[in-house]
């Protein structure tokens, strides 16, 4: 399964443009949105990201910068996983949105895929204040072994890390046109661009 990761769209139009050559070249199976797809708005920007990726199959969490409403729009379409699971292939991703990661109980799944905008603490997570990820979700991560997380948030922490048997991806801010092509099959393979 090829998976085009994308967060931290903040409305911008490099990354509507960038989600739009991405969808035609690297012809995913999936598009992981990790969250921060507006800044603060509009709704109508979530509807546009909506039909920039034509007939991919669509997971979304809410970011910090993305409002209530957008979270709606993403229900309504049918892509948010916020505080969800859903099987793709014979993968089960959770989602979770927001900053910072919501409480959630998640039991032992094979094959967990984690969405989060948020990364774990310590895991591509680097900024000016320092590590800013979330202690939570380490904890979450040390107990459930995913065998993949893919967050956002921290802009300039753009990275892929193996630990634990878990690939941590953050795939770096889209409106800065940053993604990640994360091929998941036999073992993870992932391009940063």
Known sequence: MKILAMSDLHSSENALTLLKER???DRPD?????????????ESYVRAVLDARGDVETLAVPGNCDPSSIESVMVEAGV??????RPVEKYTFVGLGGSPPPLMEIPD???LIIVSHVPPKGYNDLSVRGHSGSERLLNMVKRLH???VISGHIHES???????GTLFVNPGAAMDRHYAVI???EGIRVELR
């Open 23 to 25: 969808v035609q070249r």
């Open 30 to 42: 999936l598009l992981v949105l990790a969250g921060d797809i507006t800044q603060f708005g509009p």
């Open 80 to 85: 948010s996983i916020h505080q969800q699971f």
């Open 109 to 111: 799944i094979p094959d």
């Open 146 to 148: 995913p065998i993949l």
């Open 158 to 164: 753009q990275g892929a890390k193996k630990d634990m």
């Open 183 to 185: 091929e998941v099959g």
